[in-house]
Nanobody, 116 residues
């Protein structure tokens, strides 16, 4: 199983970016999918999570600005980020909980840089 994240880049404060993460391999189903981020010198933190049925969870710091969604047919999770702030600068990682393999898989990370 591999998770391929894409969509990061450099954006000005107030701008938007959309991250994508596609899971491939021997996947029958995926439970939760999520996005985490890690800023320099800080611990990795949860940004948003979405269950297979669509229930979502967000960090307080991104509520109202970020939207997580998924396409189960494509085994893909998205993160639409709007009103970006310099403090959103981090490497963003996606993950997927695959019950048949009893494991959580992680993508390679994609860098988001927000300039002030």
């Amino acid at each position: 199983v591999q998770l391929q994240a894409s969509g990061g880049g450099l954006v000005q404060a107030g701008g938007s970016l959309r991250l994508s993460c596609a899971a491939s391999g021997s996947i029958f189903s995926i439970n939760d999918m999520g996005w985490y981020r890690q800023a320099p010198g800080k611990q990795r933190e949860l940004v948003a999570q979405i269950a297979s049925g669509g229930t979502t969870t967000y960090a307080d710091s991104v509520k109202g600005r970020f939207t997580i969604s998924r396409d189960n047919a494509k085994n893909t999770v998205y993160l639409q980020m709007s009103s970006l702030k310099p403090e959103d600068t981090a490497v963003y990682y996606c993950n997927a909980d695959i019950p048949a393999l009893k494991s959580i898989y992680w993508g390679q990370g994609t860098l988001v840089t927000v300039s002030s």
